[in-house]
């Protein structure tokens, strides 16, 4: 199993996962939200692609003050 | 002058006939109050107008000036800010029917800096829904095209954008998460400058993502727009994220020449036509850098290798963040939301490792700028792939695939402005997209500069 396979949502999830972060959405707003995720899917997929080495902390460099 | 003429008049122009006392500050914010009065229907670029305290401060301004205290390049100019920038007593919405009420008890950081430069703000400009959502939003009209009013101006300085294209006002100010001060500058015809992560203080700025989000100057020149940026720049304790670095005299590095300046052109990605770029978009772009070329630069290709999927980083970490801000707001309150409520919807399907992992690429896209960056001075690269889409409704996510010119800048944090470079066949701008080193506005403002002088794209104007 690859790391984007672990964890990746699946779309039966969505609900479940807008209801876990207390969002409570009507049936016609959920249906609009599935059509976004095959679109999530393949940005994660792409993210997960990179196999990061050596040093993780991954927020130096991002603020100035901090690099 | 006529109305129209002085409302086109670059800042650094009227500065010079303001502090010679050849135009009153009061003549020229009656003029632009006039022109919005007559466009602002069409173009729906102001959202609150604050007509009399412009009126006033103008009068105040023409006083000091008379009696001999003139401030400077900004003294008695008419500027504009977009809705997210706190106004103490005029509201801050952000567009939205979340902050409809909402009147802050303090100026923004940058909107003290140009109170206190002498501007004379007009008024707060349109926006997409607090900075991220398309089009419509929950509160107000959404802005059109100048050039042609069945396009969008761009986003999400959408306000700003139109504004500035239709001589509304001399300047504004936008912020930038992920391309909203350069997407309008590409889409307006205009200029828009997003600074250095850390440059400007977004203090009193409502957020959208607190680390990428990028607060900087609009206007309708380069010597403008560095004008604007003087006044802001420099170190804000109020704001964690800005830097303690010295601010060098923006406008006094416009003038020298770029010859011999290295010029990095990435054509396996921001170039191809085949993955959905426009033609007439890369060639405005290639014409471009052939006037860089004249003027002297040394054009070298480059290659960003992991650039294609900045944007899904990007986007994932906006979403995160963004949503985390509003949480409560969307939980309580959801029907105050536009459309834009999708997009932050999007920031609870990711998990703390999505976003660690967007960080970790983010990390890898700045060592990969940062080692271009060490060959040549400048990247450049068309700002936007398309010229201005149509208006009306967009999607409720935007666009979550395909070609994204910004948000490897927004990644890094890197200075970019887009400065005008020509137009489409149907009549639409196309912007020049010139990124730099860190904290090195000067040499991204210099080389947009000369690009202008050679190419003035900046001296048309909409027939409106």
């Known amino acids: 199993m690859t790391a984007f396979q672990r964890r990746i949502p699946e779309e039966e999830d969505l609900k479940g996962m807008l209801a876990r972060a207390g969002m409570v959405l009507s049936p016609e707003d959920l249906e609009i939200m599935e059509t976004a995720f095959p679109a999530v899917r393949a940005q994660l997929e792409r993210l997960y692609s990179y196999e990061f080495e050596g040093e993780v902390y991954p927020f130096r460099n991002i603020f100035p003050k901090n690099g | ?464």
């Open chain 2, 1 to 464: 002058m006529s109305t129209d003429a002085l409302c086109y008049l670059n800042i650094s122009e009227a500065a010079a006939l303001i502090r010679d006392r050849k135009l009153s500050p009061v003549e020229l914010t009656k003029a632009h109050i006039e022109r919005i009065d007559r466009l602002n229907p069409e173009i729906k670029a102001y959202v609150t107008r604050t007509d009399e305290q412009a009126l006033a401060d103008a009068r105040v301004a023409e006083s000091d000036i008379n009696a001999g205290h003139y401030r400077g390049a900004l003294h008695g100019i008419p500027v504009s800010f977009k809705d997210l920038y706190d106004t103490a007593g005029t509201r801050t919405t952000g567009q939205s029917k979340v902050f409809a009420d909402r009147v802050p008890a303090e100026d923004s950081a940058s909107v003290a800096s140009i109170r206190k430069a002498g501007a004379v703000t007009l008024g707060k400009v349109a926006l997409a829904e607090f900075g991220l959502g398309g089009s419509p939003t929950s509160l107000f009209e959404t802005p059109s095209n100048p050039w042609n009013l069945d396009y969008s101006p761009g986003g999400s300085s959408s306000g700003s954008g139109a504004a500035l294209a239709a001589g509304l006002c001399m300047g504004s100010f936008g912020t930038d998460t992920g391309g909203s001060l350069r997407n309008p500058g590409h889409c307006s015809g205009i200029v828009g400058l997003k600074p250095t992560l850390g440059r400007v203080s977004r203090f009193g700025v409502i957020p959208c993502s607190w680390s990428l989000d990028t607060v900087g100057p609009m206007a309708r020149t380069v010597g403008d727009v560095a004008l604007l940026l003087q006044a802001v720049a420099g170190h804000d304790p109020r704001d964690p994220s800005s830097a303690d670095r010295p601010v060098p005299d923006y406008p006094a590095a416009l003038g020298g020449s770029i010859e011999g300046l290295r010029v990095g052109v990435a054509r396996d990605y921001f170039f191809r036509t085949d993955l959905g770029a426009d033609p007439e978009v890369v060639q405005c772009a290639e014409e471009a850098i052939a006037v860089l070329r004249e003027l002297g630069a040394s054009i070298e290709e480059v290659s960003v290798p992991s650039v294609a999927d900045a944007r899904s980083a990007q986007m994932v970490i906006m979403h995160a963040e963004a949503f985390a801000y509003h949480r409560q707001f969307l939980r309580d309150r959801p029907g105050d939301y536009g459309p834009v409520r999708f997009r932050f919807w999007l920031g609870a399907l990711y998990t703390a490792e999505d976003y660690l992992q967007a960080n970790l690429f983010r990390r890898q896209i700045v060592s990969e700028v940062d080692d271009v960056l060490k060959k040549v001075d400048l990247i450049v690269t068309p700002t936007m792939p398309r010229p201005a889409p149509p208006g009306g409704d967009s999607s409720p996510f935007g666009t979550l695939t395909g070609l994204n010119f910004l948000a490897p800048f927004n990644l890094t944090g890197t200075p970019a402005v887009s400065v005008p470079c020509g137009f489409t066949s149907g009549g639409l701008p196309v912007g020049l997209q010139i990124a730099g080193r860190w904290f090195d506005e000067a040499t991204v403002l210099r080389a947009a500069n000369a690009y202008e002088e050679a190419a003035p794209w900046s001296e048309m104007h909409p027939d409106l």
